[in-house]
């Protein structure tokens, strides 16, 4: 039964997304004719990605995003697909008039060396991230962010069959209005599957992505390789090997789009007639998803948007940027609309006041700050900015931050090309929206955050890496093989933080690396992937002849059983410890319950899903105007939101604490007025150390879980006294 519902998920999955593979494939074809090689699959890529997106979202919008609606859904939609563009497969709607570039250098070619470089470049990067993910695959997914709130937005879709709820997933209002794209392919994963054991490799995808998008900018300019190397520098320092692989924390997601639509739109330049129309639009859907997936891309989403305007032809500007915005609104307005709607603001955190126009906003419980507001702090530099790049970017920090740079301004007086130089103003547009957009960065009046909020910076910093190598003075000087020796270079020197391998060369860490088995097999499974490419590039092009059917059913079956004994091995060991906080789904054999946390890192809540997800779980707070969510203050209160929630568990914690002592002796909030009701029994106490920031000292919270045998008495709450209120 376990083996026919992985068979069953399997199947699905080709039976669906296959056809719109195909029909995205057609569909290139016809329109954009003169795109080959890699531009052709980057697009065909970006056209499947919308269309998965928009259909989840109607379906999502019309409470039919289940697994009996999706999965014929996207078959017919690609097999219509398929069939229209086959029906008009006799003429090409687009030719190549020119390849064009404005500018008259030479263009080398890709030498076989720079390639192999490349190549060698991106298998640090597989080993970088396979580590990671082979972590996940071994212990769970245990990133904060994916535990906290992408995670359980995927889930929850699933459970609801709708996309439309607010999940409100801690003691906030500012989290729940976060778009969910990204979110939108785990939910996908777990729908088809039965669970999350696609969810640690989905990243790596979005990772293959931004490095396919790398090589598309610089191959047209004979630099592949090395614009290519500037995506792997990026992706293999600390701050993202230790975030974005074996998780689903979405940077990655929305760095590879813009990526792409960089790529796209410089493709699409090079082309007049219906190729340049057509390249546009596809460069939209890549905007418009990476719109959809985090309020961080909305900056170099708007700037690439007021580029396509001004760079639009004479006469034709209107009809271009009227398509481009259809399509950025069709892939990307969804969750900003879903905003409006419920509370009547598309950013409820923010207060939008425009003349006339003025939109009620939410309140938030944490301030928000910007990076400008300590730019001129010599304190600030010292203790946070300075060492917040050298954790986050690793020991060559300097160097790579000052490669981007120089890619961006060079970009703008040299690019070759005015759709280059858009790309380069679209990073420094994005940089300058990183400085003075608000976020939570400040704690007690310092950038405590900085560390960790540094990697919204990295779509300008990667498009200056991408920019740099194709920049007229680097061309024109020949100067290509040296700035690929210092992008290796630094590559290296990042290699030796104790953040991604565990070693003690340096002792600054972002964060802790995986252990030394996980980072062995992800080193070995690089290699072999490394070993694999480079058979394949050293043979002709014909030494590969189509394999017999036999093979083909040895090789799915292969990869089946494979897959198969890595899903069990994932599900019987994730979450087996408590990591971060106690697992009292796994503990205490959970199942298809509804349970309500609140507290201290309890908004760290996926493990409580449990390994089948079918769990509720639900953080517990009260409403307030305009899409807003508070801690509860009294217990009459939390008793009656227990109630109405038809809750059978409820785990709460204590606020932090310097002793352990104090667990157990003072009288916490949240755990008093559960404890002291009659209809709740106590199964679970666990107490575990934490600290609440990067230096700060250790302290203790306690864990509890309640089973609650029926309805509490709010009128009981008359005999508590003298709570300590616990701290979200």
Same mark, same amino acid.
Request: hydrophobic residues 50%.
């Given at each position: 039964?376990?083996?026919?519902?992985?068979?069953?998920?399997?199947?699905?999955?080709?039976?669906?997304?296959?056809?719109?593979?195909?029909?995205?494939?057609?569909?290139?074809?016809?329109?954009?004719?003169?795109?080959?090689?890699?531009?052709?699959?980057?697009?065909?890529?970006?056209?499947?990605?919308?269309?998965?997106?928009?259909?989840?979202?109607?379906?999502?919008?019309?409470?039919?995003?289940?697994?009996?609606?999706?999965?014929?859904?996207?078959?017919?939609?690609?097999?219509?697909?398929?069939?229209?563009?086959?029906?008009?497969?006799?003429?090409?709607?687009?030719?190549?008039?020119?390849?064009?570039?404005?500018?008259?250098?030479?263009?080398?070619?890709?030498?076989?060396?720079?390639?192999?470089?490349?190549?060698?470049?991106?298998?640090?990067?597989?080993?970088?991230?396979?580590?990671?993910?082979?972590?996940?695959?071994?212990?769970?997914?245990?990133?904060?962010?994916?535990?906290?709130?992408?995670?359980?937005?995927?889930?929850?879709?699933?459970?609801?069959?709708?996309?439309?709820?607010?999940?409100?997933?801690?003691?906030?209002?500012?989290?729940?209005?976060?778009?969910?794209?990204?979110?939108?392919?785990?939910?996908?994963?777990?729908?088809?599957?039965?669970?999350?054991?696609?969810?640690?490799?989905?990243?790596?995808?979005?990772?293959?992505?931004?490095?396919?998008?790398?090589?598309?900018?610089?191959?047209?300019?004979?630099?592949?390789?090395?614009?290519?190397?500037?995506?792997?520098?990026?992706?293999?320092?600390?701050?993202?090997?230790?975030?974005?692989?074996?998780?689903?924390?979405?940077?990655?997601?929305?760095?590879?789009?813009?990526? /792409?639509?960089?790529?796209?739109?410089?493709?699409?330049?090079?082309?007049?007639?219906?190729?340049?129309?057509?390249?546009?639009?596809?460069?939209?859907?890549?905007?418009?998803?990476?719109?959809?997936?985090?309020?961080?891309?909305?900056?170099?989403?708007?700037?690439?948007?007021?580029?396509?305007?001004?760079?639009?032809?004479?006469?034709?500007?209107?009809?271009?940027?009227?398509?481009?915005?259809?399509?950025?609104?069709?892939?990307?307005?969804?969750?900003?609309?879903?905003?409006?709607?419920?509370?009547?603001?598309?950013?409820?955190?923010?207060?939008?006041?425009?003349?006339?126009?003025?939109?009620?906003?939410?309140?938030?419980?944490?301030?928000?700050?910007?990076?400008?507001?300590?730019?001129?702090?010599?304190?600030?530099?010292?203790? *946070?900015?300075?060492?917040?790049?050298?954790?986050?970017?690793?020991?060559?920090?300097?160097?790579?931050?000052?490669?981007?740079?120089?890619?961006?301004?060079?970009?703008?007086?040299?690019?070759?090309?005015?759709?280059?130089?858009?790309?380069?103003?679209?990073?420094?547009?994005?940089?300058?929206?990183?400085?003075?957009?608000?976020?939570?960065?400040?704690?007690?009046?310092?950038?405590? *955050?900085?560390?960790?909020?540094?990697?919204?910076?990295? =779509?300008?910093?990667?498009?200056?890496?991408?920019?740099?190598?194709?920049?007229?003075?680097?061309?024109?000087?020949?100067?290509?093989?040296?700035?690929?020796?210092?992008?290796?270079?630094?590559?290296?020197?990042?290699?030796?933080?104790?953040?991604?391998?565990?070693?003690?060369?340096?002792?600054?860490?972002?964060?802790?690396?995986?252990?030394?088995?996980?980072?062995?097999?992800?080193?070995?499974?690089?290699?072999?992937?490394? /070993?694999?490419?480079?058979?394949?590039?050293?043979?002709?092009?014909?030494?590969?002849?189509?394999? =017999?059917?036999?093979?083909?059913?040895?090789?799915?079956?292969?990869?089946?059983?494979?897959?198969?004994?890595?899903?069990?091995?994932?599900?019987?060991?994730?979450?087996?410890?408590?990591?971060?906080?106690?697992?009292?789904?796994?503990?205490?054999?959970?199942?298809?319950?509804?349970?309500?946390?609140?507290?201290?890192?309890?908004?760290?809540? *996926?493990?409580?899903?449990?390994?089948?997800?079918?769990?509720?779980?639900?953080?517990?707070?009260?409403?307030?105007?305009?899409?807003?969510?508070?801690?509860?203050?009294?217990?009459?209160?939390?008793?009656?939101?227990?109630?109405?929630?038809?809750?059978?568990?409820?785990?709460?914690?204590?606020?932090?604490?310097?002793?352990?002592?104090?667990?157990?002796?003072?009288?916490?909030?949240?755990?008093?007025?559960?404890?002291?009701?009659?209809?709740?029994?106590?199964?679970?106490?666990?107490?575990?150390?934490?600290?609440?920031?990067?230096?700060?000292?250790?302290?203790?919270?306690?864990? /509890?879980?309640?089973?609650?045998?029926?309805?509490?008495? =709010?009128?009981?709450?008359?005999?508590?006294?003298?709570?300590?209120?616990?701290?979200?």
């Amino acid at each position: 039964m376990v083996f026919g519902r992985f068979l069953e998920g399997a199947g699905l999955l080709v039976f669906s997304f296959f056809p719109i593979g195909y029909a995205a494939h057609l569909w290139r074809a016809r329109l954009l004719s003169g795109w080959n090689g890699a531009l052709a699959r980057l697009a065909e890529l970006t056209m499947c990605i919308a269309t998965v997106v928009c259909v989840s979202e109607i379906l999502g919008s019309l409470h039919a995003f289940r697994l009996a609606a999706v999965a014929p859904t996207f078959a017919v939609i690609g097999i219509a697909g398929s069939y229209a563009a086959l029906q008009r497969s006799g003429r090409s709607l687009s030719t190549v008039v020119h390849q064009a570039r404005e500018s008259t250098y030479s263009v080398p070619p890709n030498t076989p060396r720079a390639t192999l470089v490349g190549m060698v470049a991106v298998s640090v990067v597989g080993a970088d991230w396979g580590a990671r993910t082979v972590a996940a695959y071994h212990h769970g997914i245990t990133s904060i962010d994916s535990l906290w709130y992408h995670l359980p937005f995927a889930a929850r879709f699933v459970q609801q069959g709708t996309l439309l709820p607010i999940h409100y997933v801690d003691a906030g209002s500012a989290t729940a209005f976060f778009p969910a794209n990204s979110e939108l392919f785990h939910a996908l994963g777990i729908m088809f599957m039965g669970n999350d054991v696609l969810s640690p490799l989905i990243n790596s995808g979005w990772a293959a992505m931004a490095l396919l998008a790398g090589w598309c900018i610089g191959r047209p300019f004979g630099v592949a390789p090395v614009t290519l190397t500037g995506v792997s520098v990026l992706l293999a320092t600390p701050g993202f090997v230790a975030t974005q692989p074996g998780g689903a924390y979405d940077d990655i997601v929305g760095l590879a789009l813009v990526l /792409s639509c960089a790529a796209l739109l410089v493709a699409a330049a090079a082309h007049d007639g219906p190729s340049r129309v057509f390249g546009q639009a596809v460069a939209a859907l890549a905007a418009g998803v990476a719109l959809g997936t985090k309020f961080t891309f909305i900056a170099p989403v708007a700037a690439f948007t007021v580029g396509i305007w001004i760079l639009g032809r004479r006469g034709k500007r209107l009809f271009e940027g009227g398509i481009w915005l259809l399509l950025i609104a069709l892939t990307g307005a969804f969750w900003y609309i879903r905003n409006w709607i419920d509370v009547g603001n598309p950013l409820p955190p923010l207060s939008i006041n425009f003349g006339p126009i003025k939109l009620v906003s939410t309140v938030l419980t944490t301030p928000s700050s910007t990076v400008a507001h300590f730019l001129m702090s010599e304190s600030a530099w010292k203790q *946070y900015f300075l060492p917040g790049l050298r954790l986050s970017f690793g020991p060559a920090w300097w160097a790579l931050l000052t490669f981007a740079a120089a890619g961006l301004v060079l970009g703008v007086v040299r690019g070759p090309g005015r759709a280059t130089k858009m790309v380069a103003w679209v990073g420094i547009a994005t940089g300058v929206a990183f400085i003075v957009t608000p976020q939570y960065l400040a704690l007690f009046g310092v950038p405590l *955050y900085f560390v960790a909020n540094v990697r919204y910076v990295d =779509p300008a910093l990667v498009l200056g890496l991408v920019m740099l190598p194709i920049n007229g003075i680097v061309l024109e000087r020949k100067l290509a093989s040296w700035l690929l020796a210092a992008y290796v270079g630094v590559l290296a020197v990042t290699q030796l933080d104790g953040t991604i391998w565990p070693i003690d060369l340096l002792t600054q860490r972002f964060a802790p690396p995986v252990g030394r088995a996980d980072s062995l097999l992800g080193l070995g499974l690089a290699l072999i992937l490394l /070993s694999v490419v480079l058979i394949f590039r050293s043979r002709p092009v014909h030494w590969v002849k189509r394999p =017999p059917a036999i093979a083909l059913v040895a090789v799915a079956i292969a990869v089946l059983l494979t897959g198969f004994g890595v899903q069990q091995f994932y599900l019987r060991n994730r979450y087996s410890q408590s990591n971060p906080v106690p697992n009292f789904a796994e503990s205490d054999h959970i199942t298809g319950s509804r349970i309500a946390v609140s507290g201290a890192l309890t908004q760290v809540q *996926y493990a409580l899903y449990g390994s089948s997800l079918n769990n509720y779980v639900q953080y517990v707070g009260r409403a307030a105007p305009h899409g807003g969510y508070f801690p509860i203050t009294s217990c009459s209160l939390w008793r009656q939101t227990l109630n109405a929630g038809h809750y059978q568990y409820v785990v709460v914690s204590t606020g932090f604490v310097s002793k352990r002592s104090l667990v157990s002796t003072l009288p916490f909030s949240y755990l008093t007025w559960t404890r002291e009701d009659s209809a709740a029994v106590l199964i679970r106490h666990a107490t575990i150390s934490a600290t609440t920031s990067l230096g700060a000292p250790v302290q203790y919270v306690g864990f /509890s879980l309640f089973r609650l045998r029926g309805k509490l008495n =709010p009128s009981g709450c008359s005999s508590i006294r003298n709570v300590v209120p616990t701290q979200p």
